[in-house]
T-cell receptor
Framework: DTGVSQDPRHKITKRGQNVTFRCDPI?????LYWYRQTLGQGPEFLTY????????KSRLLSDRFSAERPKGSFSTLEIQRTEQGDSAMYLC??????????????FGPGTRLTVL | GENVEQHPSTLSVQEGDSAVIKCTYS??????FPWYKQELGKRPQLIID?????GEKKDQRIAVTLNKTAKHFSLHITETQPEDSAVYFC??????????????FGQGTILTVHP
């Protein structure tokens, strides 16, 4: 499968624990996005990388959230001191640097986080 | 920031009928409008998109229309089939600056096609 992959697919953790998710984009894609989706809602933008540079972060991304893309390839999203409100599906998407910014985003299967 | 409203939240049709889902957006600088289909437990998949320099686009049974003046766009599915049953999301984004490609999604429409 040459699409976007995410690991793990499911994560159950206790409140207060730290969790880290990984996203591997399509190999030639230099743009990478993280979104969060709660039940019955559309995905909400969290953050965006162009190569290794994190260019935009949503106000949804509190200080407990951090994301990296150290070599411009895979990315990690870490949540520290998890809260029950962090329970959601975390989706990663990647795209090329398309003409005039028009670029199809390909989504990964997501990591479903449950905080007990 | 951008705000996207989507209606209806649920839509039930008989196989063979047409289905229409409508979205409005608030940011007049938005210029790219994709539609995603998400089946239960699966990733969102792009089914069609439209750019602001085009008023209508069609791909087999699926079409999208865009009215920039009114800031709304619609998805049309003709000859619906049971396998069209899924959640459909509209989205909007703008090019330029550091907001390249960031998508703002609507709330989703649960489409059910009855055989």
């Amino acid at each position: 499968d040459t699409g976007v992959s995410q690991d793990p697919r499911h994560k159950i953790t206790k409140r207060g624990q730290n969790v880290t998710f990984r996203c591997d984009p399509i190999s030639e894609h230099n743009r990478l996005y993280w979104y969060r989706q709660t039940l019955g809602q559309g995905p909400e933008f969290l953050t965006y990388f162009q190569n290794e540079a994190q260019l935009e972060k949503s106000r949804l991304l509190s200080d407990r959230f951090s994301a990296e893309r150290p070599k411009g390839s895979f990315s990690t999203l870490e949540i520290q001191r998890t809260e029950q409100g962090d329970s959601a599906m975390y989706l990663c998407a990647s795209s090329t640097n398309g003409l005039a910014g028009f670029n199809e985003q390909f989504f990964g299967p997501g990591t479903r986080l449950t905080v007990l | 920031g951008e705000n996207v409203e989507q209606h209806p939240s649920t839509l039930s049709v008989q196989e063979g009928d047409s289905a229409v889902i409508k979205c409005t957006y608030s940011d007049s600088a938005s210029n790219y409008f994709p539609w995603y289909k998400q089946e239960l437990g699966k990733r969102p998949q792009l089914i069609i998109d439209i750019r602001s320099n085009v008023g209508e686009k069609k791909d087999q049974r699926i079409a999208v229309t865009l009215n920039k003046t009114a800031k709304h766009f619609s998805l049309h599915i003709t000859e619906t089939q049971p396998e069209d049953s899924a959640v459909y999301f509209c989205a909007a984004s703008r090019s330029g600056g550091t907001s390249y490609g960031k998508l703002t999604f609507g709330q989703g429409t649960i489409l059910t096609v009855h055989p």
